[in-house]
């Protein structure tokens, strides 16, 4: 989902708009999912050799069997093709060894044809499963072919590659991604806050209360100039105690600080004061406060990364949750470990 407002696209559960009825998964940041798992796409095809060596290991005997395959066909079309020109020369000869009118040479005449209409069915099934197999077989051929192609194409060239042939490298592998046990309160798995990227950015501190005194200063900047409202000392609690706690908005739903209204009512009004500039404005007239900084990032959740060969589930590249890194944009995420077969 791309979200204009915050200038960034998420992933998130298809059933997420059943939160109301208990349902907690979290969205997770778009840009360092692709990262990560771009980044374990390019140390795979970084590694050619690797990789073509899982190609031809699936691949296996399909060549040789191909080869029997045309091989077999060859040998049914020669059969079908002498059964369709002998048939009329049997059946015309033994007619003309019998008796038509006899009741017994008539039945043997007619058993002659359905002896070999039989052996005509039944080497037109084996021919039609024969064509099936020679076209799987193919299939896989096509696909291996086609990946040792992209291999050596790209292998040299992963930093200058456009969006479209990643696209493209990302549908020949197959490439999946499977998130592993479900997401925690407090925005596991969470989104980029472009209010954190901003205390981050400008390493202000997030003040840790709110004393009568600031209050007072900040008030009616925060009105913006209209009469500041009953709910806005609230929501500005709750918005620097998320800020301090990188939670989600739906974790303040029907909060008593602000009579209990849904979550959106104190998203609209904490994103109206960070795009207007009040917020900024707000915490430079709040004056001297103790504060902690931003927390230092998102943990994604962790993940199983998977380029298919195959088409079954068994044949597949896959890569296991590691350790922590940091993005350049101060995102934190469960990397993963070196691919293996």
Not at 82 to 108: F, G, H, P, W, Y
Not at 184 to 204: C, F, S, T, V
Request: aromatic share 6%.
């Amino acid at each position: 989902m791309a979200r204009s407002e915050q200038d960034d696209v998420v992933y998130r559960c298809s059933n997420s708009a059943t939160i109301k009825d208990g349902h907690t998964c979290r969205s997770i940041p778009g840009e360092v999912t692709e990262g990560l798992v771009w980044g374990e796409v390019t140390k795979l095809l970084t590694d050619p050799d690797a990789i073509k060596a899982l190609v031809d290991e699936w691949l296996g005997g399909i060549p040789d069997r191909a080869e029997s395959y045309r091989a077999r066909l060859q040998e049914i079309d020669g059969k079908l093709s002498r059964l369709r020109n002998t048939r009329r020369k049997k059946i015309a000869m033994l007619v003309a060894s019998l008796d038509e009118d006899d009741e017994q040479d008539q039945q043997l005449i007619d058993e002659l044809k359905e002896e070999i209409a039989t052996k005509e069915k039944e080497l037109r099934e084996e021919q039609e499963r024969i064509t099936e197999w020679l076209e799987d077989a193919e299939h896989k051929e096509e696909r291996a072919d086609s990946m040792r192609g992209v291999i050596d194409r790209v292998s040299t060239n992963m930093d200058d590659l456009s969006r479209a042939d990643k696209k493209g490298i990302l549908e020949l592998l197959r490439v999946r991604v499977e998130i592993q046990g479900e997401s925690k309160p407090r925005r596991a798995g969470g989104n980029k806050d472009p209010m954190l990227e901003w205390h981050r950015e400008n390493q202000i501190p997030i003040p840790t209360g709110v004393s009568r005194e600031q209050w007072a200063r900040v008030e009616g900047i925060l009105a913006g100039g209209r009469n500041p409202k009953p709910d806005d000392r609230g929501c500005f609690d709750m918005l620097l105690e998320k800020l301090r706690n990188d939670a989600g908005w739906h974790d303040y739903d029907r909060d008593e600080r602000i009579g209990g209204k849904g979550w959106a009512v104190f998203y609209r009004v904490a994103r109206r004061w960070f795009s207007s500039g009040l917020y900024a404005k707000a915490l430079e007239a709040y004056g001297p406060h103790e504060g902690v900084p931003a927390p230092d990032g998102y943990t994604l959740l962790p993940m199983k990364i998977y380029g298919v060969i195959d088409d079954s589930v068994e044949d597949k590249v896959k890569t296991e949750a590691g350790g922590r890194i940091t993005s350049t944009k101060g995102i934190t995420a469960n990397d993963t470990g070196r691919a293996a077969a």
